[in-house]
């Protein structure tokens, strides 16, 4: 359950900032947790690296044309190289 509500924090020694527990315990953030700060419109929005990862699928899958067997056009390419090797080894 996300945690709703005015969550804040303080700037502290060394620009340290505690994530408040309510906001850790909602998005299953436990110590050690490595986060991604990225500077967004002049705020700040913090996520975690499965979040990273998820958000950098969604933007590669945005670039493949609609229709588009990357993995079969993968295999396709390969097989032509593959194809040339041997002919150009006979």
Do not use: C
């Not at 527990?21 to 705020?43: C, H, I, M, S, Y």
């Not at 499965?50 to 044309?65: D, G, K």
């Not at 229709?67 to 006979?90: H, K, M, P, Y």
């Amino acid at each position: 359950m996300l945690a709703h509500g005015d969550h804040k924090a303080t700037i502290g020694p060394h620009g340290r900032v505690v994530v408040p527990a309510p906001v850790r315990k909602a998005l299953n953030w436990d110590e050690g947790t490595v986060l991604t700060f990225l500077l967004q419109d002049g705020q700040v929005v913090v996520f975690d690296q499965l979040t990273a990862l998820r958000r950098f699928q969604e933007y590669a899958q945005s670039l493949i044309p609609p229709g588009t067997d990357v993995l079969e056009d993968f295999l396709a390419e390969r097989r032509a190289e593959a194809r040339n090797e041997t002919s150009a080894n006979e």
